[in-house]
């Protein structure tokens, strides 16, 4: 009897050992997923210095302290965790978190969205703070933009506007007939085939290889933007910064992946992502100040500015083959099976633009 009484003592404490240990599974297993830190892998095309990189750390420290260090990021700058090129499908297969991306370097994985490099250059294109909100309405405003990004497993988390872009020289570019025979570096497709309708000589080359290519004389200048300029210091071994102010590229998109958003608690994922679209419009306000800044540093370095008169502009956006751009881009995604969407995006661009008088009548 004794041993019995003994024996469903022992059961009873090993119940309640049991339950007690079920119990606290249950309790981390209810826990939100807010609970465990997240460190997030970003793939970045540029150098930890300039603007962008300042912004990019301020939204990381704010989404950090607003989430009590549950979600933070870190980031590879400089191609150091990817090549550019693979930024997109390196987010979608979990390699990086997060990404610099854009239609000019990702042509293939964001087809529509190059239709917003059909034009040579816009009303507010020297204007980062009006681009950055205009990118962000056209992403809230057209559902094909979106599924664009999103079916490769992402979404926009940031807008990183590029304004007008100049000309990083070794000769001065005071008419559209300069270009004539020069080799200059593009950063897309687009800005290509305006260099070509004018009679120069275009190549792509990485932001990172451009100094070396200019020191050696492998190319003539290269088409970026100032702040680019500076940060890599190109005004080292180039005369003349010629102020074009033509192919604006717009907005590239910091992208981050949906599987990393649902590792986040509801709370955390809502703050990330708020702090990345108002960190992203106070980088397009930061980068419309500095632009003259900019441009004024690098004249202290040395470099002679060469103004591009309005007319010479408009002489070159009036050429028949950049005239035809919008058309032959329209007809090839056409073509393509885009018809649809690629017209709506570009409708929607020149009106942000005020340039409806650009598109094409069906």
Known sequence: MKNRTTLCSLLVVVFFAISIVFSFSSMAASQPKSGNKLVLRWSDVGPSSGLR??????????IEKATNGR?????????????????????????????????????????????????????HGDDAEYITKA??????????FRDEVEKWGSTVWMMFPYDSYGCFANKPIRKMEDIKGMR???????IGKMVSAAGGSPGFFASSEVYSSLEKGVIDGAIVGYSWGKGYRIYEVSKYLNLLDVTMIGCC?????????????????????EIGRRVSLELGKATRLERQDLIGAMEKEGVELVSFPDEERQKWADLPQVRTFIPAWLETQEKAGRGKESRQMVELFLKKFDLTHLMPKK
Request: charged fraction near 20%.
């Open 53 to 62: 990189p300042v912004y990019m750390k301020k939204a990381a420290d704010e």
């Open 71 to 123: 979600v933070h990021i870190d980031f590879y700058w400089s191609n150091s965790l990817v090549n550019v090129k693979e930024n997109v499908r390196a987010v979608q297969k979990g390699i990086a978190d997060g990404a610099w991306t854009g239609p000019v370097y990702h042509p293939a994985e964001y087809p529509i969205a190059t239709g917003t490099q059909t034009v040579l250059y816009t009303p």
């Open 135 to 144: 990118y962000w309405e056209m992403w809230d405003e057209l559902k094909p």
């Open 184 to 190: 200059l570096r593009v950063s897309g497709e687009g």
């Open 253 to 273: 998109y910091g992208i981050v992946s949906f599987n990393a958003l649902n590792k986040m608690s509801e709370q955390d994922r809502k703050t990330f992502m």
